[in-house]
């Protein structure tokens, strides 16, 4: 219930934020309009005390990404499709869905939106929506950075009217640029004729997604009245994509700026005040030093994206050195309250190679490259200093990326990707699962040869029935990968050690093995979480993980008993076991 002390408290912490970012506008009308905009319903508003009684995520949270026409039957809305793919063969087994933007749009497969209040009319409507939110978790993109060329607001920009006139940012194309970080090869400006006379827009994904300017306090709270009504639709994690490049300062490499920092932590703010839980995760695909900076003092992301993973698990396997996956899982400090990691090693994007810098070797990444392209992937280019090119991604679906080692393919496909799922489902953190991994989907090179897009390779669109008669058929691919996943999506959901905060160390383990151990928050259950990332048998020594004696050791996933916790362990090829202290919650 709000009182007008939590409504003061507001009002100063959301002037505080505003400070910084616009000092010379009125402050105290800026807030007022942001908290009106916010809580149009005061009762909506919570007091500093309830915010740390929310309970934002446990063991039983595990997310699945898909685009909301990635399976499709005709005659059928593709959001009402979806809908009865999760009823139908997902049930409870994961409860939150990330539906990737499902707003009308021109280009990038939904990033580059036309209206922000509106679905997308191929693929349903609101209460479309609202109905998949009844029954999961629902996340949703924010496409906070830039909008579409077609949108309502740029045709104003066009044509010098109010209000889209002011809502994106131009500059001089003579200032020095030398120091922007670029995520793409295009140039950064594209000019425009508008009314006012030629323009020079910022552009950093493409000439049809438009940098908003956020200079404008009116584009803040235009950006305050789209996060207000997508609560009211029912999201309630709210993913801030390419959110690093918001705020933009010529001489400065416009990307991470303490203003962009500062706009993170007035929606965290609002949301942590809102009755409902809201979670905020940035979406930034950035060296992983940068990336950690997002959690700020605990007032900035609730979640990051472990963007380091996909790419260091691939590398692991490939190699069959886990080298490199240690160090990530070692230097990745643990979470503080109120904060974790979204782990995943597949998305609609390509697998970013930008987090590997500073990790992973030149000469390794090389190596991993020519491994992909052998496999049939293919690899996307960002623009450096100076204008010269270097890779950006690899563009591939992840099980294709599991075919085989720097040897070439083999035997162990489906063993090497589920090794890979299994140590994303251990770590710290909130796993996500990319619906084209789920269903074991393989390269499809029809939509990159009809978009000309390299991520088309992993955005395939599958047809309800077809991927519903594979699923029934053990025989299939398709099935077999599915049947595992879930199988071992419904057991980590048992583990009070796999809470995305329980303690988490990484093993010193020998050549050829990747392991951690975790620890519940109440200390009642440990897991040692050990992967053979080599398609030879290992030998697991029990001695160098120090099982405590007296207590029974079972290898959840196989259901064994652990006879002696100082023998050894023999692994097969890419076998994973979670040694555990309590077999209980595997029954």
Excluded at 18 to 37: G, S, T, V
Excluded at 402 to 410: A, I
Excluded at 525 to 537: D, E, R
Aim: glycine fraction near 6%; charged fraction near 20%.
């Amino acid at each position: 219930m709000h009182d007008q002390t939590t409504i003061d408290h507001l009002h100063k912490r959301v002037t505080a934020h505003l400070h910084i970012l616009y000092p010379d506008r009125d402050l105290e009308q800026l807030a007022e309009q942001i908290i009106e905009l916010f809580w149009p319903d005061k009762a909506q508003m919570i007091r500093r005390e309830q915010i740390r009684k929310k309970v934002l995520w446990d063991e039983n949270d595990v997310a699945l990404i898909t685009y909301g026409g990635t399976i499709r039957k005709d005659g059928t809305p593709s959001l009402q499709t979806l809908h009865q793919f999760l009823k139908k063969h997902i049930g409870q087994t994961i409860g939150m869905v990330h539906i990737l933007p499902f707003f009308p749009y021109s280009s990038d497969d939904g990033f580059s939106v036309i209206d922000y209040f509106a679905v997308d009319e191929t693929l349903g409507d609101w209460a479309d929506i609202e109905e998949i939110a009844s029954e999961y978790r629902l996340m949703a993109d924010l496409v906070i950075n830039h909008g579409s060329s077609k949108s309502k607001w740029f045709q104003q920009f066009l044509s010098n009217e109010s209000p889209g006139k002011d809502y994106y940012y131009t500059a001089d194309p003579s200032a020095d640029f030398g120091s922007v970080v670029r995520p793409r090869a295009h140039p950064l400006l594209t000019p425009f004729e508008t009314s006012a006379g030629k323009q020079h827009v910022w552009s950093t994904f493409s000439p049809d997604q438009l940098d908003f300017d956020f200079t404008n306090p009116d584009v803040l709270l235009e950006f305050v009245k789209i996060i207000a009504a997508y609560i009211d639709h029912g999201v309630r994690v709210f993913r801030l994509d390419a959110v690093a490049f918001l705020w933009k300062k010529i001489g400065t490499p416009s990307i991470n700026l303490d203003e962009t920092h500062e706009v993170i932590r007035l929606l965290r703010t609002l949301m942590d005040h809102h009755v409902e839980t809201l979670v905020i995760i940035t979406e930034t695909n950035i060296p992983n030093h940068e990336n950690l900076t997002y959690f700020g003092n605990q007032n900035e992301a609730h979640v990051i994206y472990n963007f380091s993973l996909p790419p260091l698990l691939v590398h692991a396997l490939l190699t069959g050195n886990a080298l490199y996956l240690k160090r990530l899982t070692r230097s990745n400090p643990p979470a503080l309250a109120g904060c974790t990691y979204l782990n995943f090693t597949a998305s609609h994007d390509g697998i970013g190679l930008r987090p590997t810098e500073g990790v992973l070797p030149q000469g390794e990444v090389d190596h991993m490259l020519a491994a992909m392209q052998r496999f049939g992937g293919r690899v996307s280019m960002r623009r450096g200093p100076g204008g010269t090119e270097k890779p950006y991604e690899m563009n591939i679906s992840y099980f294709e990326a599991m075919q085989g080692t720097v040897e070439g393919p083999d035997a162990f496909q489906i063993d090497r990707f589920m090794t890979a799922m299994a140590i994303m489902l251990a770590l710290e953190g909130i796993p996500a699962i990319y619906i084209h991994s789920l269903l074991a989907t393989p390269n499809g090179y029809e939509e990159v040869n009809r978009t000309g897009l390299n991520r088309s390779i992993n955005r395939r669109q599958l047809n309800y029935d077809d991927i519903s008669s594979k699923l029934a058929d053990p025989a299939t691919v398709e099935a077999q990968v599915f049947d595992k996943f879930m199988t071992l999506i419904e057991l980590r959901k048992r583990q009070p050690a796999l809470h995305p905060n329980a303690v988490q160390f990484t093993l010193a383990l020998p050549e050829g093995l990747f392991g951690i151990w975790r620890q519940s928050i109440d200390r009642t259950q440990s897991i040692f979480a050990v992967s053979n990332v080599t398609n030879k048998h290992r030998v697991l020594s029990l001695a160098d993980i120090n099982l405590i004696a007296g207590d029974p050791w079972w290898d959840l996933i196989s259901n064994t008993l652990v006879e002696d916790i100082e023998g050894d362990f023999p692994l097969a090829p890419y076998q994973t076991v979670w040694i555990s202290n309590s077999k209980s919650t595997s029954d």
